[in-house]
């Protein structure tokens, strides 16, 4: 039910069916495995139990797939510092058990969703280092009014970003 392999030199990828095998697990973390690429397989929606999930400090691509939303259970998620791009599933809204997000120094880009307004316990918000914020007449994008919601919210990181 917990699989930690933090800093153990792990290399390749994460095989497409490995998370269906773990339905049972409720707190995973592989972290600070510099040579773990690929993208997050979208199998890991069968891991519904999950409260704790880490895949951060590695070399993961790609999107952050929208079957996240799916892990209703969740209480912390790090995806920070790998390598991921593209915008934030508005599917993370759907995460209200969530007190823990940290997606930073990624690549993401686009507008912050209005969903996470939703994510009323959550205590730390980290998205700096990214490329969020959509484009308006300034080149830049206001922070959702949803927000206000999160009310919370002990640590909140946006710097570095398109946003004002």
Known sequence: ?????????????????????????IDFRVRANADLFGTIPITLKY?????TFYLDNCDFSGEVPTELGQLTK???LHLHQNDLLGSLPTE?????ALVQL??????????LPTTLGKLVKLEYLFLYD???GLKSNNGMSDIP???GQLT???ELRMNANRIH
């Open 1 to 25: 039910k917990t699989l930690y392999l933090d800093h153990n030199n792990i290399t390749g990828e994460i095989p497409f069916d490995l998370f269906s095998d773990f339905t049972e697990m």
């Open 47 to 51: 891991m519904t139990k999950l409260s």
């Open 74 to 76: 969740l209480t912390e």
């Open 92 to 96: 993370l809204g759907s995460l209200t």
């Open 102 to 111: 940290y997606m930073d120094n990624n690549r993401l880009h686009g507008g």
């Open 130 to 132: 990214n490329e969020l």
């Open 145 to 147: 009014t949803e927000f």
């Open 152 to 154: 919370e919210l002990k």
